[in-house]
């Protein structure tokens, strides 16, 4: 049974929460990023300040509808000229494979692609994380290019439009 969530803007609060997923190796495993030493929550609140003052950004927090609890992120980055960077994570290990990642790729891009209007979302997923591949391509994301480790994938607004809209038919 699929577990209900909603995006709100990620908060300085949050880091309360999420320093502990930085310290989880499980949790990093299939992203770019890999902690070098154990991040505190002093850490973790600074980075957060940080990357909350970006207005080229829009991060939001993936919480379950039932009680508000914060499981994880998505985000677009690098926001310029009609593309963004797509990354997503859920956090606590207890929630993978509960379509929540669906979900907060689906309510995402709605954002990109309708308030934001952008022409084109990338993203980057490892080889071997074939969950997130299947959830992209069922979104209509397209290989663009390989690296050794890494797909760079991409989805196109007209090529997601027209699924979307393939969809309400």
Same mark, same amino acid.
């Given at each position: 049974? /699929? ?26 495993k ?7 030493? %154990?991040?505190?929550?002093? +850490? ?5 300040? /940080? ?26 980055? /690098? ?20 379509? +929540? ?26 080889k ?22 890494? +797909?760079v994938? %991409? #989805? ?5 439009? %027209?699924q979307?809209?393939?969809?309400? #038919?």
């Amino acid at each position: 049974m /699929k577990t209900p969530i909603f995006l709100r803007p990620l908060a300085f609060s949050d880091a309360s929460v999420s320093f502990h997923w930085r310290n989880n190796v499980d949790v990093w495993k299939f992203t770019n990023y890999t902690p070098s030493v %154990q991040v505190t929550r002093e +850490i973790e609140e600074e980075w957060m300040h /940080k990357v909350l003052s970006r207005t080229d950004e829009r991060r939001c927090a993936i919480c379950l509808s039932e009680n508000g609890r914060y499981i994880g992120n998505v985000q677009l980055i /690098k926001i310029n000229k009609g593309e963004a960077e797509f990354h997503l994570f859920i956090g606590e290990p207890a929630f993978w494979g509960m379509g +929540i990642g669906r979900q907060a790729t689906a309510i995402m891009l709605n954002i990109a692609f309708g308030e934001l209007e952008l022409e084109r979302v990338l993203l980057q997923v490892y080889k071997d994380n074939q969950a997130a591949i299947n959830i992209y391509s069922s979104f209509g994301f397209e290989h663009q290019a390989e690296e050794p480790e890494r +797909i760079v994938m %991409q #989805l196109a607004r007209e090529a997601y439009l %027209q699924q979307h809209l393939a969809h309400l #038919l």
